[in-house]
């Protein structure tokens, strides 16, 4: 997935309903709400409510700021 993907726009995590941030150097999307990371496989957001991790307390490093 590419940072200035339109599909960021309007993805949202399935927990809070909240906009995501693109982690580009881990490959998924975060919540930084609920510090959780969804991961990205073969270019599709896996967005179940069980395929989010809870991550450390800090935001990942994403070089741009999307749905914030």
Known sequence: ????SPLLKIL?????KGPLILDEIG????????RRSYPIV???????PSS???TAAEEPATGSDHGV
């Not at 997935?1 to 200035?4: G, I, N, Q, R, V």
């Not at 490959?27 to 609920?34: C, D, F, V």
């Not at 073969?42 to 179940?48: A, K, N, S």
């Open 12 to 16: 949202a995590c399935p927990l809070d």
């Open 52 to 54: 989010g991790v809870t």
């Open 42 to 48: 073969d270019g599709i957001p896996q967005l179940l």
């Open 27 to 34: 490959g998924a999307l975060y919540n930084p709400r609920l």
């Open 1 to 4: 997935m590419k940072p200035d």
